[in-house]
């Protein structure tokens, strides 16, 4: 087995883990995810529902803030795991939030069946940081 694929197999593993803790009383759609970084760590969120759904925090989005919290800003790639028969990718609001930080990251997405697939970020949010932002920088 390859390096990658070891680290990657322990990023599923880590989503999973902590897709168990999820807090999904209105979907019934837990959702875990776990972020590596360039320095090595590991870092899990897992989506938190709100009666109130707009207020509903993405898996994705605990990791990041997580490595965030600590310190991290140079992520390497997210595994992202949900119970659903086709493997889940993060949202387009995610999607934005990871690439402010490597828009060239890998995601690995799973079902916790096992079925998994592999991704740039790039290829599901290109142009990430064309816009407003960008056209003030000279």
Request: charged share 20%.
């Amino acid at each position: 087995m390859q390096e990658d694929d070891r680290i990657y197999d322990e990023l599923v593993a880590e989503a999973l883990r902590v897709y168990e803790k999820a807090y999904a009383p209105y979907s019934q759609f837990p959702v875990g995810a776990a972020l590596s970084t360039k320095s090595g760590n590991i870092f899990v969120g897992c989506n938190v529902e709100n009666v109130s759904f707009g207020l509903t925090t993405c898996a994705e989005q605990g990791a990041i803030a997580a490595a965030v919290a600590a310190g991290e800003r140079e992520f390497i790639a997210l595994a992202v795991v949900a119970n659903s028969i086709e493997p889940v990718l993060p949202c387009g609001r995610c999607r934005q939030l990871l690439a402010e930080f490597n828009p060239s990251m890998e995601i690995i997405s799973s079902s916790i069946s096992g079925k998994k697939g592999r991704f740039l970020l790039e290829s599901l949010l290109p142009y990430a940081k064309q816009g407003i932002l960008e056209s003030r920088r000279e």
